[in-house]
């Protein structure tokens, strides 16, 4: 609205889906730029608010506070999430020693081939 852009345009702008919002974000593109130019409002503002709002300053700048207190939850919650598993990793012991059970009584001879066998 500080650019000129009507009231109930500024609010349809600011009520994007937030997921449009990222992917137009990472894909270059400026939703504000075809949402002004559809509604006929970008025609109608001087060509200094049109330069700063189509620019490549002013969306990122405004998705930019929203974004990165995403990120701070989100790897605040995976830190989080890895340290509850490796403490469940760090109590759950040792692991358990695996005997082989062999049928009957075997002596260490018959288990060393003899010289006439290939190994």
Known sequence: ??????????????NLPP??????AFLGNNP??????????????????VA???????????IASAFSHGLVIV??????????AAFASFFRGGTPSRQIDL?????AATLEPSAGELV
């Open 1 to 14: 609205m500080a650019q000129g852009v009507p009231a109930h345009t500024a609010t349809q702008a600011a």
């Open 19 to 24: 997921v449009g919002t990222l992917f137009a």
């Open 32 to 49: 504000i730029q075809h949402l002004l130019a559809s509604s006929g409002t970008l025609a109608a503002l001087p060509a200094h608010n």
């Open 52 to 62: 700063i709002l189509t620019g490549t300053d002013f969306f990122p700048r405004t």
């Open 75 to 84: 790897f605040t919650a995976a830190a989080a999430m890895a340290l509850v």
């Open 103 to 107: 049928p009957g009584e075997v002596d």
